[in-house]
């Protein structure tokens, strides 16, 4: 588990220890702690998505980084700029249609 999955845990955690008492007591709480029920749902909601899209994350990652290593080995050799210069193509067109 990553930190990003650690810290959505431990926040709905949290939050569903606070709010599951504050909701079953009869008594008026205070209105900044009804909300922790909502958001210990909300965070652990994010925590079973990010927990279900690790693997097609890290596969994605891995296809990406096979394309670029491809790309990079059957890549054309670079333009030298002592070979073409920047202004070359542009001049020899101007003389051609002049």
Do not use: C
């Amino acid at each position: 588990m990553g930190t990003m999955q650690k810290t959505l845990l431990a926040l709905a955690v949290a939050g569903l220890l606070i709010g599951i008492p504050v909701t079953a007591i009869r008594a008026t709480p205070p209105p900044a702690l009804t909300l922790a029920l909502p958001l210990g749902m909300t965070f652990l909601g994010l925590f079973l998505l990010s927990r279900l899209w690790q693997k097609e994350i890290a596969r994605f990652d891995a296809e990406e980084r096979l394309r670029h290593e491809r790309a990079e080995r059957y890549a054309p050799p670079a333009n030298q700029p002592e070979d073409h210069p920047a202004g070359s193509r542009r001049a020899s067109w101007k003389a051609r249609h002049a």
